[in-house]
């Protein structure tokens, strides 16, 4: 038996000043699935970097659009950004990123891949799909409240 869930799909013009409107639905649809303020701002800035890369580097040379689905789950939220413009290396751009070295000075970090650094981090699980354009698809899990049944409590009353 296949798995239910809900999905929301977006499409916005390939412009920056759009992807506040998609923060602002990913939010809400976050917020009421029950994700904690921490994980939301996590997924916000992981699938803002999605999209302004996408906006930055998909269509540098015409205008195009970025799809953005949200796949609602009752433990996950899938999120998928999809451009139809350029693609890129994401091997090449993933080996020129690395780990912050904690002498590097922030004037001297490399620009380009940090986004996908930034993503990956983030995120509980990423893949990028190369083909006509770059798809992005990033994974956050709902944390619920766990308690451990075998925990004694502090204090009995017998």
Do not use: W
């Not at 990913?26 to 699935?33: N, Q």
């Amino acid at each position: 038996m296949s798995e239910t869930y809900d999905y929301i799909e977006m499409k916005i013009p390939a412009k920056p000043e759009h992807v506040g409107v998609v923060r602002l639905t990913l939010s809400g649809i976050a917020s009421r699935m029950g994700f904690s303020y921490e994980a939301i701002e996590d997924i916000k800035v992981s699938v803002s970097e999605a999209i302004t890369n996408a906006v930055q580097h998909a269509y540098s040379n015409h205008v195009g659009d970025v799809q953005i689905g949200f796949a609602l789950h009752t433990d996950k939220l899938e999120v998928m950004v999809t451009d139809h413009g350029e693609s890129f290396n994401f091997q090449q751009a993933r080996m020129e990123t690395g780990p912050y070295q904690g002498d590097e000075q922030v004037d001297n970090l490399r620009e380009g891949g940090l986004g996908l650094y930034l993503i990956e981090s983030l995120m509980d699980d990423v893949k990028v799909l190369q083909h006509d354009g770059v798809t992005v698809f990033m994974t956050k899990y709902l944390e619920k409240e766990q308690v451990d049944r075998d925990v004694k409590p502090i204090s009995t009353t017998d």
